[in-house]
């Protein structure tokens, strides 16, 4: 079997060390696995496996000779390399949102537009988390049915923040039960026993950021270019696995039978019928594994027979970040 190198780029982070879980996990047949940070994090070591590899200093030279190059860095960093990695001949799959309204990027999630990926001029884009999971649970639907327009409201854990959201929280915890002062840097006020309706910078439209992604990067992965999006973005005091809740306008009726069939066919999802007695998923239903879990499927009452509602939750660091990069790759290697 061909070997293939593998740089991963921010190996030191939350969603850099998932990378290389799930590569191990996953089986990826790697040659040469280089893990690169900042001159900071270089000498670290950091496990793969049963082995550990040492973290090296990232430079313009150390993506010769590399096949695959996934990126888990800011968009800054992601700018500054991409040159580098992409003159040196290397696929670049990058989960920043720096390139992924490029038109000449593509935006891939294997299990929907997998055509996409091969149209590549060395970068290829992963969608925002919320995006994955919310496009994954509707996918089904979307194959039998145009949607015209989505609402969308997220509630997202604090591993979307990093690993330092992650770390706030859990700090934030300590000092309840102790009963000091809690701390907020990584969020702009508590987020313990708390939810923050705010995420990313605010735009002129009164959106943020966070929340315009999953209209334009829907519309180009869904290729629906007039797909209209309200979303609401929305911090909870959950370690792990973001949660949304979607309504769905169609252009064609669809019954709510047809739509749970739908959903249970689709390719990385699944349809909760019982969980302990319960028709719907939660974040810790879903944590440190890939699939998303859609329940509570039913009429949307605002749309009549052509509208849908249900709610969905997926693993924003696996699925939603390093295991859609890695499924990118395998998809590659596959042709």
């Keep these: 079997m061909k070997k293939w190198n593998i740089a991963v780029l921010g190996a030191t982070g939350a969603v850099g060390q998932e990378m290389l879980k799930v590569l191990n996990e996953r089986k990826f047949p790697v040659g040469e696995l280089k893990a690169l940070a900042s001159a900071s994090s270089a000498g670290r070591k950091l496990s793969f496996g049963d082995k550990e590899i040492i973290v090296e200093e990232t430079t313009d030279n150390s993506f010769k000779g590399m096949d695959f190059v996934l990126g888990a860095v800011s968009n ?4 500054r390399f991409a040159p580098a990695i992409v003159t040196s001949g290397t696929v670049f799959i990058d989960n920043s949102s720096a390139f992924r309204l490029e038109a000449n990027v593509p935006l891939v999630v ?7 990926a091969f149209k590549h001029n060395g970068k290829i884009a992963n969608p925002n988390c919320s995006t994955i999971v919310t496009l994954m649970a509707i996918s089904g639907i979307a194959r039998k049915v145009k949607i015209e327009a989505m609402t969308a409201c997220t509630y997202q854990a604090v591993s979307g923040a990093g690993r330092e959201g992650i770390e706030e929280l859990e700090a934030q915890i300590k000092a309840e039960t102790s009963g000091e002062a809690k701390i907020s840097k990584v969020f702009p006020c508590q987020i313990l026993s708390n939810a923050i309706p705010r995420i990313g910078d605010e735009l002129d439209n009164g959106y943020t950021t966070e929340e315009m992604k999953m209209q334009n990067e829907g519309r180009k992965i869904l290729h629906l270019p007039d797909l209209n999006v309200c979303c609401t973005c929305v911090r909870i005091p959950v370690m792990r696995s973001h949660s949304i809740s979607v309504q769905l306008k169609l252009a064609d009726a669809m019954s709510v039978e047809d739509a749970k069939a739908a959903i249970a066919e689709a390719p990385g999802c699944v349809l909760v019928k019982d969980i302990d007695g319960r028709n719907y998923p939660t974040p810790l239903d ?7 879990y859609v329940g509570r499927v039913r009429r949307d009452l605002l749309n009549g027979d052509k509208g849908l509602a249900l709610w969905c939750c997926g693993d924003q660091i696996r699925k939603g970040a ?4 890695i499924e990118i790759a395998e998809l590659l290697i596959s042709r």
């Design 76 to 79: 800054a960093m992601a700018k």
């Design 322 to 325: 390093a295991t859609n990069c």
């Design 286 to 292: 879903t944590t440190d594994q890939d699939l998303v």
């Design 110 to 116: 294997p299990q929907i537009n997998p055509e996409d």
